[in-house]
């Protein structure tokens, strides 16, 4: 375990990071525009109307920060995407594929791991690069729909199913790699309460 401890800082980092966009950046952005909760924070994402309603909230807030001079919801929400949530999926990709290996690592009771873990590892990696694809393009395109340069134009709905899979997809894929690593892990706890040389 000794070997493995920048993992596990890698994915404390990503917690606090986590938190920080949650509660700090998001947190400013949604109370600028009237509690409307962000499109990334919505599990299911938002549907026509409701993401008509951000749109309406992200133009009233431009206007009213453009006369007072300050730096825009929608432009904070842009800076947000290319700073803190530029390095947040990457970072909990590698986290996820980390813990992944550290639980079959971690089994000290076998000369090796079952093929079902071997395959659950297969899984966490292939949704953990699933999860980093679809933040970054959900990112995209929700820049694209709620973006400074977006708010001087017509609401664009053909966007929402689009942004709207894309969320689902991100929460569902990060969603079903940690369900993946709690089995593992369980996995490697059940092996180590196994006698020697016990199959598991």
């Known amino acids: 375990m000794k070997r493995i401890w920048p993992g596990w800082i890698l994915c404390a980092l990503t917690i606090a990071l986590l938190v920080y966009m949650v509660t700090v950046q998001g947190a400013a952005i949604s109370a600028s525009i009237g509690g409307h909760y962000l499109s990334d924070a919505v599990p299911l994402g938002y ?14 807030e431009a206007a009213k920060a453009q006369a007072a001079g300050l730096r825009s919801a929608s432009e904070a929400y842009v800076a947000m995407h290319a700073g803190s949530d530029l390095l947040f999926p990457p970072m909990l990709a590698a986290s996820l594929a980390f813990a992944g290996f550290a639980a079959l690592n971690s089994r000290r009771n076998q000369a090796g791991s079952p093929l079902s873990a071997r395959i659950g590892l297969g899984l966490v990696l292939a949704l953990a690069f699933a999860y980093l694809g679809c933040d970054y393009v959900e990112n995209a395109v929700a820049d694209a729909l709620f973006g400074p340069p977006s708010l001087s134009r017509a609401f664009n709905a053909q966007l929402v199913p689009v942004l709207r899979g894309l969320t689902a997809a991100k929460f569902l894929t990060g969603a079903l790699a ?12 059940r092996a180590g309460r196994k006698p020697h040389g016990e199959a598991v």
Not at 48 to 59: C, G, K
Request: glycine share 8%.
């Open 178 to 189: 940690l369900m993946l690593i709690v089995a593992l892990w369980v996995g490697r706890w």
């Open 47 to 60: 549907g026509t109307e409701a993401a008509a309603a951000l749109h309406q909230a992200f133009v009233s």
